[in-house]
Nanobody
Framework: VQLQASGGGLVQAGGSLKLSCAAS????????MAWFRQAPGKEREFVAA????????YYADSVKGRFTISRDNAENAVGLQMNSLKPEDTAVYYC???????????????WGQGTQVTVSS
């Protein structure tokens, strides 16, 4: 599975962005999908995940209620709607695909190249 993330940019605090991740080259529909992020000088951290059917979603406490993960199996794509953005959301955001769902990066064996999100105060 190849993953291509897009949609990052510069936004003011309180604003919104939607990230997209297009999947190709593999059995996308058999993979759980997730978003992670990595801020400068920090470890990569889990943001959100979604199961195969999109029935179950999981969020880090820091983004719960503000971010929404979605997937479109017809389009082989996963999205991350980010609202009420804060400066601490600034990071490179990565989409990932794996055979199991969870907050550990070890659960995912395919990764996109990352897209920069910068939130100004």
């Amino acid at each position: 599975v190849q993953l291509q993330a897009s949609g990052g940019g510069l936004v003011q605090a309180g604003g919104s962005l939607k990230l997209s991740c297009a999947a190709s080259g593999g059995t996308y529909r058999t993979h759980r999908m997730a978003w992670f992020r990595q801020a400068p000088g920090k470890e990569r951290e889990f943001v959100a995940a979604i199961d195969l059917s999109a029935r179950y979603t999981y969020y880090a406490d820091s983004v719960k209620g503000r971010f929404t993960i979605s997937r479109d199996n017809a389009e082989n794509a996963v999205g991350l709607q980010m609202n009420s953005l804060k400066p601490e959301d600034t990071a490179v955001y990565y989409c990932a695909a794996g055979r199991s769902t969870g907050a550990s990066a070890d659960n995912y064996n395919f990764w996109g190249q990352g897209t920069q999100v910068t939130v100004s105060s």
